[in-house]
């Protein structure tokens, strides 16, 4: 489908991609509120390039900042300018008829809370201390580290046998687990069990090197 044509039908059906506030009177200009936080990350690329492609098409059809963020050695597209949370949630299935199903929300910062350090005063009595006095030992507590679930998009093929070649490919050369999720008449191929960036650079160039240069990294993946 011509792309024009596809802006337009969004646009038909989320009128909310066009912002109101553009219309708005110089006299009287709309006062929003912008919450630096709140922040919605559609794709991680090696590429530079494909962070250009997908910016420059969000940017034509959604009224939102879209910037790129290099960070851990990936180009990282994200969708800022809400003013609230609600405001981002109802953005949710504007992301979702464009295609964009896997996208991860930024945790809010949450300011530090400040904890009154309680003041014990000195006990006064003259206490004997004896030398067999057992003092209990505190056990240190292991803080339970909670693991994010990465996966590496390889491509999306219009045709299943492409998508199940790329499979096949990618688990008999490397060794990895690969997933096909259908969506929209598109098969999406995943290379999943990851659960670090570093893990995850570890295979870009493997991958690429077997024909499937377009790999993008997403956070949080959900099926």
Same mark, same amino acid.
């Given at each position: 489908?011509?792309?024009?044509y ?20 110089p ?10 936080? &709140?922040i ?17 098409? &969000?940017?034509?059809?959604i ?29 949710y ?6 295609g ?26 003259k ?21 994010? #679930?990465?996966?590496?998009q ?17 688990? #008999?050369k &490397? ?12 098969y999406?191929?995943?290379? #999943?069990?990851?659960? #670090? ?19 993008? &990294? ?6």
């Amino acid at each position: 489908m011509n792309s024009r044509y596809l802006i337009l039908l969004a646009l038909l059906v989320f009128p909310s991609l066009i912002s109101c506030g553009q219309f708005d009177s110089p006299l009287n200009p709309k006062q929003v509120s912008i919450n630096p936080d &709140l922040i919605i990350q559609v794709g991680a690329f090696h590429q530079e390039s494909y962070s250009l492609t997908l910016k420059e098409k &969000l940017s034509a059809i959604i009224d939102k900042p879209v910037i790129i963020v290099t960070e851990d050695g990936f180009f990282k597209v994200r969708i800022t300018g809400f003013s609230s949370q609600e405001e981002m949630e109802e953005f949710y299935p504007t992301l979702a008829f464009l295609g964009m199903k896997n996208f991860w929300v930024l945790p809010v910062k949450k300011q530090e809370e400040i904890i009154p350090q309680a003041v014990v005063q000195p006990d006064t009595a003259k206490k004997t201390v004896s030398e067999n006095t057992v003092l209990p030992v505190v056990a240190e507590e292991t803080p339970v580290v909670s693991q994010q #679930t990465i996966v590496l998009q390889v491509d999306v093929f219009h045709d299943k046998s492409e998508a199940l070649d790329a499979q096949k490919i990618i688990t #008999t050369k &490397l060794n990895l687990p690969v997933e096909i999720v259908q969506e929209y008449g598109y098969y999406k191929v995943f290379v #999943t069990g990851l659960h #670090t960036t570093d893990e995850a650079n570890k295979y870009f160039s493997a991958i690429a090197k077997l024909g499937y240069p377009k790999i993008s &990294l997403i956070e949080n993946y959900k099926k």
